[in-house]
Each structure stands twice: as structure tokens, then as C-alpha cells.
């Protein structure tokens, strides 16, 4: 069983656009710092979605990783606009 969100499934992920990834981090390093907080207060009733968004985190980061890398796939629609250009470069050039 995985851990963590729904929405942030590795292949949803490698969907994502690098601003998209971005923005979900941020969202995910705040939300984590509210959950300390709350636990840190006592007021935190789910310690196990600390775990959850500390792996989603996680897989951002490698997925980021993955990208500067080249190991990792870019997004469809990127992709297909990278192939469009090229193709129209050597049919001009």
C-alpha cells in the first residue's frame, strides 16, 4: 500500500510541466511546515500525513532530479513541441 497522496502518483507527476512541479513542492514544504507546527503544538490528530507529504516531497524531488538528469521522461506536450520545432527547422534550414 503507498503512502502519501493521490494526486502525486509518479506517473501524474512526469505529466507535470517543470512550473507545475514547482508549485506543488511549495505547496507540499508548506503544508508540512503547518503540520509541524500543529504537531509541535499538540494539535496535530494525523501523524501519519507527516510521513505522507514528506514522501511526496520526496518523489518531486527525484522526479526534478530525474529531469536535470536526462534519466527521467518530459512531459507529453513538451515533447511533441520539441519534435514540431526541430521538424520545421530542417524543413526551412
Known amino acids: 500500500m503507498a503512502v502519501g497522496s493521490k494526486d502525486l502518483t509518479p506517473e501524474q507527476l512526469r505529466g507535470l510541466e517543470a512550473g507545475a512541479l514547482a508549485d506543488a513542492l511549495a505547496t507540499a514544504k508548506r503544508e508540512l511546515f503547518n503540520l509541524r507546527f500543529q504537531s509541535a503544538t499538540g494539535q496535530l490528530e494525523s501523524h501519519g500525513r507527516l510521513r505522507a ?6 518523489r518531486i524531488y527525484t522526479e526534478m532530479n530525474e529531469r ?3 534519466i527521467g521522461r518530459e512531459p507529453e506536450a513538451a515533447a511533441e ?5 526541430e ?7
Open 81 to 85: 513541441e520539441t519534435t514540431t520545432e
Open 68 to 70: 536535470k538528469l536526462g
Open 53 to 58: 507529504v514528506r514522501k511526496d516531497i520526496a
Open 87 to 93: 521538424t520545421t527547422k530542417e524543413k526551412v534550414g
